[in-house]
């Protein structure tokens, strides 16, 4: 199932511009059978096989709880469909509160299942594609023959958990910390494309104090994690990755630059899993280089994927990245490894 959806979305992810950006012409192309001008074939395709299994995911979620009402089986920890069960008890509070005298649980889960399957749709495309294209920029960097040096004192850095994979002192090792953050600095998974609609019935003010605009009632806006990370005022050479820059700078040049970071968004829409992706990031991370060291073996094969596609998401596929893992012992720390 999840390698269904994994090539599904690879195939949809291509023509996400349309449905996303234009979406009226996007159903119009598609009423009119215009699928060349939003996608070939196989995008359409594609989108159905994503929503049966979602729509069968929820179903088994639906059946799960069902089950465990009736104590008919015990479900394991794991498979308990808990993010799925807090949705659907909120939103059945919701109705519930505006229920006519004809409601029923049943009558409402069905009216839920279109919307209910939206969020999680939104959930699983979110959480897996943000992550893994982070961790592939972020491996490629450290594997290149200029940044050793980040790779060496992260392999030290690593080695000074001794072992332990306890996620608070992971979470505060700062050299990883700082790789981290710099890869979603320069290769920002969502890059671009987060609208927002201004307030109705009163203008809004953007920009600084210096140079305000107003910008009408219910107009669409949006900023771009892209743009924001490459402010040369606040990123200097912003376009060098440099892990350096979030462990070297002063207190007010790095509280700048935090304003400034907008991997995750903010506000009411702001990812609402960023500590979460850090955590299993940072672990995937110590899994990695405590026991390997990594070599990109083909130096020049990510150049080339800064294109206006960045912009509306990055995109991945077909890029290949060919790398060597050694595996070697566990490193020692060294405790010169202090200075950068
Ligand atoms: C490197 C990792 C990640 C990055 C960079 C990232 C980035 C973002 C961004 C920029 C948004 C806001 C979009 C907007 O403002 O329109 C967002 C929203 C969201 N993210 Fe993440 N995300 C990551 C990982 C995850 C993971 C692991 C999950 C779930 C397990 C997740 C779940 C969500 C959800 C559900 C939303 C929608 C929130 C809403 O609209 O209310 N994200 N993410």
Redesign the pocket.
């Known amino acids: 199932m999840g390698r269904e959806l994994f090539q599904g979305y690879q195939i949809l992810k291509e023509y996400q511009f349309w449905p996303q950006e234009i979406p009226t012409f996007a159903e119009w192309a598609t009423k009119w059978n215009l699928f060349g001008f939003v996608g070939p074939s196989g995008v359409q395709e594609a989108g159905a096989v994503i929503e049966e299994l979602v729509l069968r995911m929820q179903d088994n979620a639906e059946m799960a709880i069902e089950a465990a009402k009736r104590e008919e089986s015990l479900i394991e920890t794991e498979d308990q469909p808990i993010v799925y069960a807090q949705l659907r008890d909120s939103l059945l509070k919701d109705q519930a509160s505006k229920k006519d005298k004809n409601w029923c649980v049943h009558n409402s889960i069905e009216g839920l299942r279109l919307g209910m399957a939206s969020e999680m749709m ?2 699983v495309v ?2 897996f594609d ?2 893994s294209i ?1 961790l592939l920029f972020l491996t490629w960097e450290l594997s290149l023959p200029s940044n050793k040096r980040w790779q060496d004192k992260l392999g030290f850095e690593i080695a000074s958990l001794g072992g332990s994979l306890d996620p608070r002192p992971i979470d505060q090792l700062p050299i990883l910390h700082a790789i981290l953050l710099e890869t ?1 600095r320069l290769h ?3 890059p671009g494309n ?2 927002r609609i201004t307030p109705s019935g009163t203008h809004t003010t953007l920009g600084p104090s210096t140079h305000t605009f107003a910008v009408p009632p219910d107009v669409r806006v949006q900023a771009q ?1 892209w743009s924001l990370h490459r402010n040369s005022s606040v990123f200097p050479d912003p376009e060098r990755w440099n892990p350096g820059r979030w462990l070297e700078s002063t207190p007010e040049q790095l509280e700048e630059m935090q304003r400034w970071f907008w ?3 903010s506000g009411g ?6 500590n ?2 850090m955590l ?2 940072k672990a995937i991370m110590v899994a990695i280089w405590r026991e390997f060291r990594t070599r990109a073996v083909d130096v020049a094969a990510l150049s080339g994927n800064s294109t206006l596609l960045q912009l509306v998401g990055t995109c991945t596929t077909g890029i290949e990245i060919n790398l060597s893992f050694n595996k070697q012992g566990v490193w020692k720390c060294c405790p010169s490894m202090s200075g950068l």
């Open positions: 939104d959930h979110a959480g943000t992550s982070t979603l920002a998974p969502v987060q609208p994690a991997a995750f968004g829409r702001m990812c609402i899993a960023n979460f992706a299993v990031m």
